[in-house]
């Protein structure tokens, strides 16, 4: 079945397209934090942030069938569901933040917030972190460093370092003020070549980057410079939003930063194409009496009602205060299982989204990205599924669906402490 699959994939997809794992997962049914394939066994999901609430939630499901058989149009109608949705998510912002854009994806998204930031500022330029990824529209490509795009940077795109402290171990301020002055070097390069800045893109928790610890008040300073310079900050929550870290609702607000524009994806709609906009009333007007802008399919009300569901989910199960309660619990079991080995680096990430990274040496100087890729395996043969990141690839990453509950920790823990014990001799 498998083999008949993947050559049926190869003639249509194409053979360019990834998969994950040496021998591919064959998914046919879900449900909350489980997988089953087509053999019947099931598979803990420590992996996806699509389905946020849970894969194939009823009240989701529900939602998303009751709203279909009753409407489904595009939004230059007036409706209800759109605007009941519109309101709630806006609601979950600072008061600054006060009108939304809806689309489909994550790089649309991302897409609109440079037009519109590249509109206000008479600026091209786009500043990045280096080892990153925004989606795949044409311009985005031009300013992805974390995959392999045919494009390469564009010319008015450049790139800054994101510090780690748990790798660069010199004194916090001294490691912050190097990479701002990295930031103010790519900043004034962009200037001389006549781009100028149209805005810098934060992803909070830094997670192609392999979640660096990064020094107080390096984000803060990263935003400051760029708006001196006449840029818009755009933070992007795909990863890091609707409550993931545990402490706050969205990841940017764990430092001291307002983005001007925020973007959202593929939780929004736990699985439902939906993404969104977040940004100021005086932005948008400026953006919406330039351009006639509308999106077919964004925010529909079928979309808007899955949407919303997912929110009133997130609230009626505590998922976000649980994000930070069994956050905190599974960093304590993982913190365990690094110092049982020298090679093994410290916990990384914030709620439920963690890791921790793998070297081939006990001074951790050579990350290892066979052995973790090894590890990767290793848990999957033990029913868990998760994946790596980082520059190196020897970051675990592991980000559950919010419905990870207590009673599915030691299950995780144990499948991480049996490849660890079979991998690492």
């Known amino acids: 079945m498998t083999s008949d699959l993947l050559t049926r994939r190869h003639a249509t997809i194409g053979r360019h397209s990834p998969l994950f794992y040496d021998q591919p997962v064959h998914i046919v049914s879900a449900s909350g934090v489980w997988l089953t394939d087509a053999d019947g066994r099931r598979y803990l999901d420590a992996y996806n942030n699509v389905p946020h609430v849970g894969h194939t939630h009823p009240r989701v499901v529900e939602a998303l069938h009751r709203q279909a058989q009753t409407l489904n149009v595009h939004t230059r109608y007036l409706n209800e569901?759109?605007?009941?949705?519109?309101?709630?998510?806006?609601?979950?912002?600072?008061p600054?933040?006060?009108?939304?854009?809806?689309?489909?994806?994550?790089?649309?998204?991302?897409?609109?917030?440079?037009?519109?930031?590249?509109?206000?500022?008479?600026?091209?330029?786009?500043?990045?972190?280096?080892?990153s990824y925004h989606g795949n529209t044409s311009l985005l490509a031009g300013a992805t460093t974390g995959l392999l795009t045919h494009e390469g940077l564009a010319e008015h795109v450049r790139a800054f370092r994101v510090p780690d402290l748990d790798t660069d171990r010199r004194e916090p301020a001294v490691v912050r003020d190097e990479a701002l002055a990295a930031v103010d070097h790519a900043l004034a390069d962009l200037h001389r070549a006549g781009h100028g800045i149209s805005a810098v893109i934060l992803e909070s928790i830094f997670s192609t980057e392999g979640m660096p610890r990064v020094p107080d008040g390096f984000v803060e300073g990263v935003a400051a410079r760029v708006r001196a310079a006449g840029g818009l900050v755009i933070g992007d929550e795909v990863q890091a939003g609707l409550g993931?870290?545990?402490?706050?609702?969205?990841?940017?607000?764990?430092?001291?930063?307002?983005?001007?524009?925020?973007?959202?994806?593929?939780?929004l709609g736990n699985g439902h194409p939906l993404a969104a906009v977040i940004t100021t009333a005086d932005l948008l007007e400026e953006f919406g009496s330039r351009n006639e802008y509308f999106n077919t399919f964004a925010g529909n009300p079928v979309s808007s009602a899955v949407g919303l569901e997912v929110l009133r989910v997130i609230d009626d199960e505590e998922l976000y205060p649980r994000a930070g309660r069994l956050g905190a619990v599974v960093r304590a079991y993982l913190g365990e299982l690094v110092a049982s080995d020298a090679r093994l680096g410290p916990v990384k990430g914030d709620g439920l989204f963690f890791?921790?990274?793998?070297?081939?040496?006990?001074?951790?100087t050579q990350p290892d990205a066979a052995t973790t890729r090894l590890l990767v395996e290793a848990v999957k043969q033990r029913g868990v599924l998760l994946s790596r990141i980082g520059p190196t690839g020897s970051v675990l990453k592991i980000r559950p669906p919010l419905a990870f509950d207590d009673e599915h920790v030691p299950v995780l823990i144990g499948a991480l402490r049996g490849a660890l014990d079979e991998v690492l001799p």
């Open 96 to 131: 600054e933040l006060d009108r939304v854009l809806f689309a489909n994806s994550g790089s649309e998204a991302n897409e609109l917030a440079f037009r519109i930031a590249m509109q206000h500022t008479g600026a091209r330029g786009i500043l990045v972190t280096d080892y």
């Open 244 to 267: 993931r870290t545990g402490r706050t609702f969205w990841g940017y607000q764990r430092y001291a930063l307002l983005p001007d524009l925020v973007t959202l994806g593929k939780p």
């Open 81 to 94: 569901k759109i605007l009941d949705y519109a309101e709630a998510l806006i609601a979950r912002f600072e």
């Open 355 to 364: 890791g921790f990274q793998v070297f081939a040496d006990a001074e951790q």
